[in-house]
């Protein structure tokens, strides 16, 4: 299966000011509280380097220890409030827009899909991602 002529758009709205956003999402003692996608995975730890050459890690486990990895990479362009772009270690790219709509903010994000799981997969998993970020963010 080959995924590379495409890519992939998970999205929400999350209802609070653009400032808390961008925290909840940049932050590392934020990001351990949303990044995995099922209630069984937690993030344990959590580096951020939010800049142009910066690089991030986020390692993901189970929650019964069986398994885990790190997911990272390096930041290609951060626009303050605005975007956040990075290549993963296997050379995917993604791209984050957060876009102020006044009493909520709407992040889209843009990413090139492995070759591994099916598309729909890797939709549906990024989008639980971004499920937990927007139901943690709201109540930060």
């Not at 929400?12 to 996608?37: D, R």
């Not at 993901?60 to 990895?69: C, P, Q, R, T, V």
């Not at 889209?108 to 989008?127: C, I, L, M, R, Y």
Request: proline share 4%; hydrophobic share 35%.
């Amino acid at each position: 299966m080959n995924n590379s002529n495409q890519t992939i758009t998970v999205e929400t709205t999350v209802k609070a000011p653009l400032s808390k956003v961008w925290q909840g999402f940049t932050e590392p003692q934020h990001i351990m509280n949303w990044s995995f996608a099922s209630d069984e995975w937690h993030a344990p730890e959590a580096e951020n380097d939010l800049r142009v050459g910066g690089k991030f890690r986020t390692k993901m486990a189970a929650k019964d220890g069986s398994m885990g990895f790190d997911f990272g990479g390096e930041y290609t362009d951060v626009v303050n409030h605005k975007k956040i772009e990075y290549v993963m270690g296997d050379g995917r790219r993604v791209s984050i827009a957060f876009e102020d709509l006044g009493d909520s903010v709407k992040v889209s994000e843009t990413f090139d899909p492995e070759n591994t799981h099916p598309v729909e997969f890797q939709k549906a998993g990024w989008q639980v991602i971004m499920d937990n970020f927007k139901k943690y963010t709201e109540t930060l």
